[in-house]
């Protein structure tokens, strides 16, 4: 696509669900990366994907986060047992390919809101 | 933790006046990063300095990056009301992620 989809765009949950949130990045971008901005703070790292593999998932806060990326394209980030500390924009990005050092393209975010 | 912090955390002129935006880092890198948020949502790349360069231009963007001090500024000259954004440095060392400081809120009063 022309740009870093990410959707729903926002989502309310009950605390105690599980929530997936997804990531389609620009085509033929390789890399992929995962942040989430609490209100009013920076981003926080939280995993990269090179392809389909994760080199480095050291940023998820605990074990009730995963992601997936398959294809080398689509990524799925799963929120299990939600937590009101959960809430935040989660925000997407991706490269052309690792190495490169270059810029990042975002997606808008999911503004996840935990009830 | 934060890599890269910038100063001030909020900046208020008036259109037509410079902002100048520091970054501070605390490790050796390979390219420093500067992106601009609207309203909370996605951030859009601005532009990038490799760490053997000192000073880029873009427009009415200026970048100085000082390795030996660990820190950068963004300048924007002639400000418009529609830079009003918040602006986040961000850090390439030797991982592929980057590291994003928490950002100055500029607002330019028309």
């Known amino acids: 696509g022309a740009g870093v989809s990410q959707s729903p765009s926002n989502k309310v949950t009950e605390k105690g669900k599980d929530v997936e949130l997804r990531c389609d990045p620009i085509?033929?971008?390789?890399?992929l990366y995962w942040y989430r901005q609490s209100l009013g703070q920076g981003l926080e790292f939280l995993i990269y994907?090179?392809?389909?593999?994760?080199?480095?998932k050291s940023g998820l806060p605990s074990d009730r986060f995963s992601a997936e990326r398959t294809g080398g394209s689509v990524s799925t980030l799963t929120i299990q047992r939600t937590q009101q500390e959960d809430s935040a924009v989660y925000l997407c990005?991706?490269?052309?390919?690792?190495?490169?050092?270059?810029?990042?393209?975002f997606g808008s975010g999911t503004r996840l809101t935990v009830v | 933790s934060q890599q890269g912090e910038e100063d001030p955390q909020a900046l208020s002129i008036q259109e037509g006046e410079n902002a100048t935006m520091n970054c501070s880092y605390k490790?050796?890198?390979?390219?420093l990063q500067w992106y601009r948020q609207n309203s909370g949502r996605g951030l859009v790349h601005l532009i990038l300095?490799?760490?053997?360069?000192r000073e880029k231009h873009s427009g009415r963007l200026r970048v100085t990056l000082d390795t030996s001090k660990k820190s950068s500024s963004l300048l924007i000259t002639a400000s418009r009301a529609a830079d009003t954004a918040s602006y986040f440095c961000?850090?390439?060392?030797?991982?592929?992620?980057?590291?994003f400081g928490k950002g100055t809120k500029l607002t330019v009063n028309p």
């Open positions: 990005a991706s490269s052309l390919e690792m190495g490169t050092g270059g810029g990042y393209t």
């Open positions: 085509s033929g971008h390789t890399a």
């Open positions: 994907f090179q392809g389909n593999s994760a080199p480095d």
């Open positions: 490790t050796s890198i390979n390219n």
């Open positions: 300095i490799r760490s053997n360069e």
């Open positions: 961000a850090s390439r060392g030797g991982s592929e992620k980057l590291v």
